[in-house]
């Protein structure tokens, strides 16, 4: 690592950028450490881009110049299933910086968890990918060589990359673990990188990021009677001095001694005011003499090193505050003067405060961009871009050529690098102080992002926000093709185009409907709907475009038709309304109806049922239910799609929470399959198949979902194959909605709250080489069983499955016996519940008919008898995902019970009597009986000689006064539910 940025420093372009810095790059690390090898990239526990081929024996980061990173763009086949290809959208609250400005103009900012590369020059991007939580902080090297990112997630980490390839070099795991990085800096040698934990108790460490360790040279906490600091940089004079801020404090580290010591900076003790020397315009306003400057209760902003003078310049208010660092009686030893100076600089609140050149630069709270001398007189003023308030300003490394000479009597700094601003509103400005011009890079509207669609037959990409602004997007040229503001309607909650491209639908949090022309989007004031005061939460059109239906959060559907009038008459009207669902309602679909082209619409609520309605005999202000099914008995259906034809009958797909997926026979509403259902952390909450290939008739059919914070792929037929699946983190805090293009060649995320478009590209093949590592026939169920298939598990359900067929042809038989490979469906469910899976009477019938139905349409008759293996995937689909936790019984008895003495959850026996006979799926009393008599061991037992009756028989004696309530505690909390009546094992420590 040492020696190669040792060689790079040969490459890279001098920085000129404080008067301090010598004419020759800065020495390397110690050129003893090792070198990187084939891609650079180093890290103790996987590869963070395997994007980047390997090259052994030549390093991709040594050979790397300032064109190397998009003028080599790979064109082979992406190594993942998806990609990230392009990011629509910025984080405003993070820096940009600018790398290049000299041939291309290229820039660096965040989005999401993902670094981002802009080359404005090629309209390209290159995504530094390898966060799986929202980066937090950046920073690059002075000679914008080498870039770091970090994130505050539970396990945060810090990476290093290049710059020049793309390519991250090094990787620093846990390095405050408890709260993330809040603010790092690289010193001006590149050699050393402090990072400022955001932890209860503060950390400041440095690191030799070249070197391979991952422990910190140099750690010291901040206590927390400094205030919370969330900024920190070093001297770019001298790299054993670091000072980070806080809203109240400035503290100042200093490395010297061979440790890291912190002084604080009193701002109580300000005592001197004085007068900024000022020049140009605004001079009458900066001159006005302070005598009476209080700041100890005024927020401090950032503050920097003085590059010539000794001191800490430090931001508050309108103000700047100046304290002197002086020599301590220790050689090298510096501390802080007990006194601090003030200077008013102007009457807007400063935002940021950096410096270039022999220049102080501040940028405020009006979008003006003020230069000063190290005397801070003013030198100019930047006011005329009309930007707001400023977050970043960013100098190019190059210096302007052939700027002219000041002219002045007095010599003073010339502004000769363009810079790069960035503002609250998400816009980026290039400025050039050449020609005084400024050009806008990115104006992105930073607002959270509910909904996405794709033109069905052209490459357009709709976008609607919380601000009601709608774009449309060409995906392929990467630019804004459409843009409408609506004046009167906000919060845009939906959006989608009609089948034939023609028309595009927007749902508003108002309830209001609008449906424009999708090219010019305009609509006509006849076809703008306000018929509930109900968010619209979704919307769809039917395959024929004929019909338009809305979903709102009352758990209303409301449904549109297009009014054939003769020519030019004809329009969009009201067709009905009907409350269909007492809950939320999570899916709304057209489809066809069997053997017909006639449109059907049904409806999915987390009342757990599908309703369709009766279109055909609907009427203006009457719209007709057809029927209406209860579909689940516990979980709650999120989402549903119809299943592509892949076998003779037609299926409904839905998906619950309890990460299984369904089929349901379209005509009889049946459920005819129970699969297991991708788990990838949160349970699937839109799912949609893929459009299939016009070139490849034969491609198989895939599905495409989201989850919490994942997007991912599932290969069909479903079977409950896991390694049929794959997804990955697009959004961290949550992505509410995902479209795909009609080729299948990309799909497109969106995420709540970070207000980013993700663009993903797709490469199923990766897919399907990773379902076919996962093995054959029965491997991938076996991987699913504890222990596999050489484990005690996999045993137990051999043996068992051999006793339920002995017991089918009787105990006590005699004869010699048939061997079979089979047992009867009806041995299911006692097989089932010997494994410790107890379902309930109604998921017994579904599992029968699944099997029972499972070859009807081909043939014609019932299936009556299970193999092991065909065993063996019924039961790795139907028992629950991830078992019954702990936290859902102690929920169940917070629902059904009430609390004790203690303040913990309990049921009367009676209570639970009750509730079993007469809740759910209804128990007989001689059920429960015989039930608790085998959990408490209450049957027939030999005791001394003398036989003791069984508890059901004592409750039907004559005269025995005994009943159940006797046998069983009288108050049932939860650990005595799971221990003493189920005997569950107790959790390990």
Not at 695 to 719: N, R, S
Request: hydrophobic residues 35%; proline residues 5%; contains cysteine.
């Amino acid at each position: 690592m040492a020696s190669l940025l040792n060689d790079m420093s040969d490459e890279s372009p001098t920085n000129s950028g404080a008067e301090t810095q010598s004419d020759t790059e800065p020495a390397g690390p110690d050129e003893k450490r090792q070198t990187l090898k084939c891609s650079g990239a180093q890290s103790s526990r996987e590869d963070t881009n395997p994007d980047i081929p390997q090259m052994c024996g030549k390093s991709q980061v040594y050979n790397a110049t300032t064109e190397s990173l998009f003028s080599n763009k790979k064109s082979h086949p992406k190594p993942h299933v998806l990609s990230l290809e392009r990011i629509y959208g910025m984080n405003p609250l993070l820096p940009v910086f600018t790398l290049q400005d000299h041939n291309q103009l290229v820039i660096l900012y965040a989005g999401a968890h993902v670094g981002v590369i802009y080359n404005e020059t090629l309209n390209s991007q290159h995504i530094l990918q390898g966060h799986s939580q929202p980066i937090s902080c950046m920073c690059v090297t002075e000679d914008r060589r080498w870039i770091a990112t970090a994130d505050q997630a539970s396990e945060s980490m810090v990476m290093i990359w290049d710059s020049y390839s793309g390519i991250p070099v090094n990787t620093l795991f846990d390095c405050h673990s408890d709260g993330g990085v809040i603010a790092m800096a690289f010193s001006r040698d590149a050699k050393h990188l402090v990072t400022l934990g955001a932890e209860q108790v503060q950390r400041v460490c440095i690191w030799d990021w070249t070197n391979e360790t991952q422990s910190p040279l140099w750690a010291t906490e901040v206590s927390p009677a400094y205030g919370f600091h969330n900024y920190i940089i070093f001297n770019a004079n001298d790299s054993t001095q670091v000072l980070s801020s806080s809203t109240s404090h400035v503290l100042f580290y200093n490395t010297a001694s061979g440790n890291l010591q912190c002084f604080s900076v009193d701002i109580k003790k300000v005592k001197k005011p004085m007068n900024a020397r000022v020049k140009g315009k605004d001079s009458t306003k900066n001159s006005q003499h302070s005598q009476n400057v209080n700041l100890a209760d005024v927020a401090l902003s950032r503050s920097v090193f003085h590059w010539k003078e000794p001191q800490i310049l430090t931001a508050s208010g309108s103000n700047l505050m100046v304290c002197n660092v002086k020599e301590g009686r220790v050689a090298n030893q510096c501390v802080l003067s007990d006194r601090v100076m003030i200077i008013p600089l102007q009457e807007s609140l400063i935002t940021v405060l950096t410096i270039t050149d022999s220049c102080i630069v501040t940028g405020d709270s009006q979008g003006q961009i003020h230069f000063y001398d190290e005397k801070f007189g003013l030198l100019t003023v930047y006011s005329e871009f009309e930007l707001d308030a400023i977050v970043s300003i960013s100098f190019s490394k190059e210096c302007a050529e052939g700027h002219l000479e000041d002219s002045t009597l007095e010599a003073t700094p010339v502004i000769s690098r363009s810079f790069v601003v960035s503002t609250v509103s998400s816009t980026v400005v290039h400025v050039d102080t050449q020609r005084s011009t400024a050009r806008i890079l990115l104006q992105e509207d930073y607002e959270p992002i509910h909904t996405v669609a794709c033109h069905p037959n052209q490459p357009a990409l709709a976008i609607g926000n919380q601000r009601g602004i709608l774009k449309v997007w060409d995906y392929n040229k990467k630019v804004c093709i459409g843009r409408k503001v609506f004046e009167t309607e906000k919060q845009i909650q939906c959006v989608t185009f009609d089948p034939k491209g023609i028309y595009l639908a927007v749902g508003f949090g108002s309830g209001a409907v609008h449906i424009l022309n999708s090219k010019t989007l305009q609509s006509d004031p006849e076809e703008r709907f306000h018929y509930t005061n109900e968010s619209i939460h979704l919307v769809t059109f039917s395959s024929d475009s004929k019909y338009l239906a809305t979903a709102d959060t009352g758990g209303a559907v409301t449904v549109f038709c297009w009014q054939m009038n003769g020519g030019s008459l004809s329009h969009w009207t009201y067709l009905g309304r009907y409350r269909s669902h007492y809950k939320p309602i999570k899916d709304l679909l057209f489809g066809v109806h069997l053997d017909s082209t006639q449109p059907r619409l049904l409806s999915l609520g987390m009342d757990r049922r599908l309703v369709e309605y009766d279109l055909e005999h609907s009427d203006v202000n009457q719209l007709h239910i057809l029927s209406s099914e209860r579909i689940e008995q516990s979980a709650v259906p999120m989402c549903m799609t119809w299943y592509p034809p892949l076998t003779t009958e037609q299926f409904l797909l839905t998906a619950s929470d309890q990460y299984k997926m369904k089929l349901y026979n379209t005509t009889t509403k049946m459920c005819r399959k129970t699969l297991l259902g991708p788990t990838y952390g949160s349970p699937i909450k839109q799912i949609v198949v893929l459009p299939k290939s016009k070139e490849l008739e034969t491609t198989p059919y895939y599905l495409a979902f989201i989850t919490e914070d994942k997007v991912g792929f599932q290969m069909l037929p479903l079977d409950g194959n896991p390694y049929k699946s794959n997804a990955m983190v697009c959004h961290p805090t949550g992505v509410s909605a995902f479209a795909c293009s009609p080729d299948r060649r990309l799909i497109f995320t969106v995420g709540r709250s970070d207000c980013m478009v993700l663009t993903w590209e797709i490469n199923l093949n990766v897919l399907e080489a990773g379902a076919n590592l996962g093995g054959k026939d029965l491997e991938p169920f076996f991987a699913l069983l504890e222990g596999g298939r050489n484990g005690k598990f996999y045993q137990e359900i051999k043996d068992f499955f051999s006793f339920c067929r002995i017991r089918h042809q009787g105990i006590d038989f005699m004869e010699n016996r048939q061997v079979s490979t089979k047992i009867p469906l009806s041995e299911v469910p006692a097989l089932m519940r010997a494994l410790a899976y107890f379902p309930t009477e109604q998921e017994i019938e579904e599992m029968q008919n699944e099997v029972k139905f499972s070859k009807y349409a081909e043939t014609g008759e019932y299936v009556t008898d299970i193999d092991l293996g065909e065993f063996i995937k019924l039961y790795v689909n139907h028992r629950p995902a991830f078992g019954i936790s702990s936290n859902e019984i102690s929920q169940a008895f917070h629902v059904l019970g009430h609390s004790s003495s203690t303040g913990q959850p309990v049921l009367q026996s009676h209570q639970l009597l009750e509730l079993l006979q007469g809740r759910g799926e209804r128990m007989t009393e001689e059920e429960v009986t015989k039930c608790f008599a085998t959990l408490l061991d209450l049957n027939d037992e030999e005791k001394d000689g003398k036989r003791e009756h069984s508890v059901h028989d004592r409750m039907h004696s004559e005269d025995s006064g005994y009943s159940l309530e006797d046998a069983i505690p009288h108050e049932i909390s939860v650990e005595t539910f799971t221990s003493h009546i189920m005997s569950f094992p107790s959790p390990p420590e």
